[in-house]
């Protein structure tokens, strides 16, 4: 008999919405700079992880692949104005005060079904002047129970109308496998921290060419 499989329950169109109208908005205002998203992987489970400076960073990956990115986002989005906007466009609410496990359950399940989860390692926004925040271990911990595809994303520049700087890069994808979870956390760390090295050094080569 054959095996069916299980669905996650997260809607999925809020994200398809956003991407066809909303998403042409956001690029002929922010004008991002998008680079190697042809190797997000079109089928299978997935982790799109990157470094996390601005509320906006979550919008130039969902305009980036026609999957739907479930997006792991912080409860207090889901209890302001725009709660709406989060749940139509299949979030999964995280409680960052307690250990979630709700909220990681949700996760694994999409990615047991093949889907894509979209979250940030740093655990929050970075407002120091620190070029990254430490890592937590989430996305590595869910790409090993998983065997989902963690696929790397560096952004830097500023989010202003018509930026000349905005820039995001995705890195080739690759698997935990046999690497320990310590081992793999500080290889997804300077993954993309090297891709926003690249970033940034491009930037400056364009900057003194002028």
Known sequence: MKKTEKKSKLPNFGLHFFRTILGPIYRLYYHPRIINKEVIPKDGPILIVGNHKHVMDQCSVIISTKRPV???AKKEYFDGKMAWFFKA????????????ETAKSLALEVLEDGGAIGLFPEGT???TKEFLLPFKFGAVSMAKKTGATLVP?????????RSKDLTVRFGKPFKVD???????NKKLE???GDLMR?????QEKKNKEK
């Open 70 to 72: 479930h997006y792991m």
């Open 89 to 100: 466009a299949g979030c999964i609410s995280v409680n960052r005060s307690i250990h979630d």
């Open 125 to 127: 926004r970075n407002k």
């Open 153 to 161: 994303f560096g952004v830097t520049g500023d989010y202003k109308f």
């Open 178 to 184: 046999d690497m320990d979870l310590e081992t793999a």
């Open 190 to 192: 300077k993954v993309i």
């Open 198 to 202: 690249e970033n940034l050094r491009e």
